[in-house]
């Protein structure tokens, strides 16, 4: 067998198939069963079923909401295979790309961090807004259907609004809780005391008319 060349590596006369990497040749294979070329054109396709992977990974990634950590692991995953790849081809180059997507994931991350932190803030605020509504409700409302129907609403509204951070949430349901419940304390107050004043009116009318009677 003679030596055949590549540009990126050799199958020498023995057989021993060799990638050239950034820090020198690699044996990568020993092949015995044909000739030199079919070699180099066994160990080429390795390469290129590689960079085929690499390929969808870097389309994967510029045209999917795929999740980081799925990014992640994925572009690692490659690393990991092309650092000890038994492949004919510019490994080095598929390693800096790979690089590069490792780079844009960790880009990726920071502004998916980013917008669950704003998404957070805002949901924080939305949920500030109902409470401070609701405690001015429960502290100055004088029309009590009205005001009834929009405390409902304001717990829907709740509900349907995103979780903002736990702390901040779990005290904001605190005033939320307490200002329904001073709402409707007031409101029970009110109707006690309006049913009170009626009675009273009756029981003097009943008496007017009982002296009356008498007097009659």
Known sequence: MTTAYHPWGRVDADGTVYVR???GERVIGSWQAGSPEEAIAFFARKYEALETEVVLLEQRIATTDMAPAQASASVQRLLQHTADANALGDLDGLRARLER??????????EAKAA?????VAARETKERIV?????IAAEATHWKSSGERMRELLEEWKA??????????????????????????????????????????????KLCADAEELS
């Open 21 to 23: 990497t950034a820090d």
């Open 101 to 110: 997507l490792t780079e844009d994931v960790g880009h990726r991350r920071e």
């Open 116 to 120: 669950r932190e704003q998404a957070r």
């Open 132 to 136: 401070a509504e609701a405690e001015q």
């Open 161 to 206: 609004a995103p979780h903002a951070e736990r702390a901040a949430e779990a005290v904001l349901w605190k005033r939320l809780s307490a200002a329904r419940n001073a709402f409707t304390k007031r409101r029970k107050a009110y109707f006690a005391n309006l049913e009170a004043e009626r009675e009273d009116v009756r029981a003097r009318k009943e």
